[in-house]
């Protein structure tokens, strides 16, 4: 866990990152950051985390294809710059970040 953490800092820190938690039997699919509780209700959260956990459980489940689609848009959203949470130095609500990313699908 407190590698993990180190390592999430070199790619902007535990706001942007998955988690996959691979067993024999189970999976479970998480983001690092845990559930802030105190950003929540304000639709102030990026959702980049949670969006990358799910692209960790589309590739377990050999769904790739739909992976790759929400990488793409997600890369395409964050290259152009012009939708950023507040933690990327943006505005944007949670709201108005995902549906740029839907708009990119």
Same mark, same amino acid.
């Given at each position: 866990d407190i590698v993990s953490d180190l390592c999430a800092g070199l790619v902007g820190g535990l706001g942007v990152v998955g988690a996959a938690n691979l067993g024999t039997d189970a999976a479970v699919f998480e983001a690092v950051h845990g559930s802030a509780p105190d950003i929540a209700g304000r639709n102030i959260a990026n959702p980049t985390a949670? *969006? *990358?956990?799910?692209? *960790? =459980? *589309?590739?377990h489940i050999d769904e790739g294809a739909a992976a790759l689609r929400i990488m793409d848009a997600l890369a395409r959203v964050l290259s152009a710059g012009q939708v950023r949470t507040r933690d990327l130095r943006g505005s944007a609500t949670t709201t108005e970040f995902a549906d740029a990313?839907?708009? =990119?699908?």
């Amino acid at each position: 866990d407190i590698v993990s953490d180190l390592c999430a800092g070199l790619v902007g820190g535990l706001g942007v990152v998955g988690a996959a938690n691979l067993g024999t039997d189970a999976a479970v699919f998480e983001a690092v950051h845990g559930s802030a509780p105190d950003i929540a209700g304000r639709n102030i959260a990026n959702p980049t985390a949670l *969006l *990358l956990s799910a692209v *960790l =459980m *589309l590739h377990h489940i050999d769904e790739g294809a739909a992976a790759l689609r929400i990488m793409d848009a997600l890369a395409r959203v964050l290259s152009a710059g012009q939708v950023r949470t507040r933690d990327l130095r943006g505005s944007a609500t949670t709201t108005e970040f995902a549906d740029a990313i839907c708009r =990119m699908l």
